[in-house]
């Protein structure tokens, strides 16, 4: 969940800041996705200069036990915004001993692929669509104590 909220406050920076554009150009676009073994979110805005996707997907494992694998993009408009991503991420994995996230960093995008023993789709769904809650109230309210809105 930290990293979609950290995904979230980074789109609503990007909300903030912008002012020299149309309202149209800078929506908000946020969609929740669900089919039977996985559970989508996707998040872009500014045309897509900005673009969040984060998929979960159900599997079973060869030794009987369900466990999830998520792939997470970002892109932000800004080099030096990727670039302070890409380490922050390149960090946590650091201290995923088992190998179980790693982070790939191309152009202004950072993308994550993590293992998780979290095969809860219905929780995951109500995160994604907390998220899509929170970001679409930011934008219509403001940046201000987003964090604390239920």
């Known amino acids: 969940m930290k990293k979609f909220i950290l995904a979230s406050a980074t789109l609503l920076a990007l909300v903030g800041c912008e002012s020299s554009t149309s309202s149209s150009d800078t929506a ?17 805005m500014m045309d897509g200069a900005y673009y969040y996707e984060s998929t979960v997907t159900v599997k079973l494992g060869n030794d ?16 030096g915004a990727a670039a302070e991503n890409c380490a922050e991420e390149r960090e946590e994995a650091t201290h995923w001993l088992d190998g179980s996230y790693q982070v ?29 809650k929170i970001s ?15």
């Not at 679409?136 to 239920?150: K, T």
């Open 136 to 150: 679409e109230r930011a934008g219509e309210e403001g940046l201000e104590d987003y964090e604390d809105w239920d």
């Open 104 to 132: 790939q960093c191309y152009g202004n995008t950072v993308e994550t692929h993590e293992v998780s023993s979290d095969a809860d789709l219905d929780k995951r769904e109500e995160e994604f669509n907390y998220l899509c």
């Open 28 to 44: 908000l676009k946020c969609n929740v996705t669900r089919s039977a073994n996985s559970v989508k979110i996707v998040e872009s």
């Open 64 to 79: 009987g036990y369900y466990y999830s694998e998520i792939v997470s993009k970002e892109t932000v408009p800004d080099a």
